[in-house]
């Protein structure tokens, strides 16, 4: 037994000799000490360190982010032989990236990092937000790999996850691919999984989801790079979206355009950052503790309810609100201070004959042609 294992061993080494003495020739000949960026440059990058332990340097900023940098600091105490060193690069002091590096003593850098040569094997992007110059990836053997929260190429961009739930996908995944310079998710693809939505999920449950699968599906990549790189495929131009980030003008529910399914999941999306938002006689409401499709019956069956039109349930406490196909509740609203539908109902819906809710367009229209309304956000 013994005897069988040690020609391997010398065998090894000396193949790691005649590796070191070829790199030593080529590479000089080629001109990579001398910053050559072609393929014969990147075959003696990926030559000189050519399988784990790595040497990482982690960009990141929010919780999905920290979720691969926990994974990874993990392996870096362990002796899986994965991580040999790991270091991070964050925008601010506040981020949760930048304090989970501090409360394990990982070495941090601000950006844009210096002095990065020959000091990393793999940089990795995890929810990170910026461009990354050709100068600084090329300084990477193996390149710079992201962990991107959506089934590539579809919701390429900041947003991914919302907009998984404002679109209403049943599928999405995780994709892990290399970063190319001047263009976010482009890059491509060196590992991906799929995902099933669960059922009214929130993004905030989503993105839990897929920040498991995300630090797992890195770890995986890791353990076999140099072959992932080699069998890498392009993204398809095909199925191209695009997830912009989430901002305030989303909020604003259209009553008379909008179904019970589409405000559902417009809450499910951003409620949990952004509130849903009305107006009522010229003053913006906030909507929140959104219960979903109502039934609400008339006395008066010929009677019919325009879009936007407001009804207190006083059995349930919930503001019913019609729109395109239905009714949706609410628990609470924001006007000037919190208010329970209760509240709301009694101080102030009970006060008017006012009991509808208008779309912000709608009310824009409305205080150009008749002065009604005073638009405020």
């Not at 000949?29 to 440059?41: D, I, L, Q, S």
């Not at 392009?234 to 405000?263: H, R």
Request: aromatic letters at 8%.
């Amino acid at each position: 037994m013994w005897m069988s294992r040690k020609p391997a061993g010398v065998s090894l080494r000396v193949l790691q000799l005649v590796q070191h003495c070829w790199l030593q020739t080529v590479c000089g000949t080629w001109g990579w000490r001398r910053g050559g960026v072609g393929p014969a440059a990147q075959l003696c990058r990926l030559m000189s360190s050519s399988g784990p332990p790595w040497r990482l340097l982690f960009f990141g900023s929010d919780e999905f982010a920290v979720e691969s940098l926990k994974v990874l600091t993990s392996s870096r105490n362990s002796s899986d032989g994965l991580v040999k060193s790991l270091e991070v690069v964050t925008l601010s002091v506040d981020v949760p990236v930048k304090k989970f590096a501090l409360q394990h003593q990982l070495p941090t850098h601000s950006w844009p990092p210096q002095n990065v040569d020959g000091q990393f094997d793999v940089g990795l992007v995890v929810s990170f937000g910026c461009l990354l110059p050709k100068r600084l990836i090329n300084k990477f053997p193996h390149g710079i790999l992201n962990v991107h929260p959506s089934l590539l190429p579809r919701w390429r961009g900041p947003a991914p996850v919302f907009h998984t739930i404002l679109h209403g996908d049943t599928m999405t995944g995780v994709t892990i691919m290399q970063i190319r310079p001047d263009r976010f998710d482009v890059g491509p693809i060196l590992n991906q999984e799929l995902q099933q939505v669960p059922e009214n999920c929130t993004a905030d449950e989503l993105g839990n989801v897929l920040a498991t699968k995300g630090a797992n599906l890195l770890i995986d990549t890791l353990m076999t790079l140099s072959e992932r790189i080699v069998n890498r495929r392009e993204q398809a131009q095909t199925g191209v979206t695009f997830a912009p980030k989430i901002n305030t003008s989303m909020s604003w529910i259209l009553w008379e355009e909008q179904t019970c399914d589409q405000i559902g999941r417009l809450y499910r999306a951003i409620g949990s950052r952004i509130p849903l938002r009305t107006m009522w006689m010229g003053r913006t409401v906030k909507l929140s503790h959104f219960v979903g499709r109502c039934h609400i019956s008339f006395s008066d069956q010929r009677q019919t309810p325009v879009p936007g039109s407001v009804r207190y349930q006083k059995e349930s406490s919930i503001l019913a609100v019609c729109c395109k196909d239905g009714w949706v509740g609410f628990k609470e609203v924001l006007l000037k201070k919190r208010l329970t539908a209760a509240d709301f109902y009694n101080g102030y819906l009970h006060q008017t004959d006012e009991q509808l809710f208008v779309s912000r367009k709608t009310a824009s229209k409305d205080h150009q042609t008749r002065g009604k309304y005073t638009v405020q956000t």
